[in-house]
């Protein structure tokens, strides 16, 4: 019994856990770029994102995904991306350097 526990304890806290691809991060990532600069460094009027933390940008773009949240255009963006995939890109913009 103590191993059937211990065995669903492993696989309930794998399910949960999104494993950070660097290269998969900054290849979703450059989508951004046209709006928020290169690595999220915009020098217009658009957000600068490089360095935001990683749970905020999540569920920010969670909110625009799923209506929550609106703008110009992030709406429309972000539908084209699975959450996994925003959370690719959320992990990749918190390890930029501001």
């Not at 990532?29 to 690595?39: M, P, V």
């Amino acid at each position: 019994m103590k191993k059937f526990i211990i065995a669903l304890f492993c696989l309930c806290s794998f399910s949960y856990a999104v494993e950070y691809d660097a290269l998969q991060g900054k290849m979703l990532s450059l989508s951004c770029a046209s709006c928020h600069g290169t690595d999220g460094k915009s020098t217009t009027i658009t957000p600068y994102i490089a360095g935001m933390g990683k749970t905020i940008m999540y569920q920010t773009l969670l909110d625009y995904k799923n209506g929550k949240r609106t703008g110009t255009m992030m709406q429309k963006h972000v539908k084209g991306f699975t959450d996994a995939e925003l959370e690719q890109i959320s992990y990749y913009f918190s390890k930029v350097e501001r």
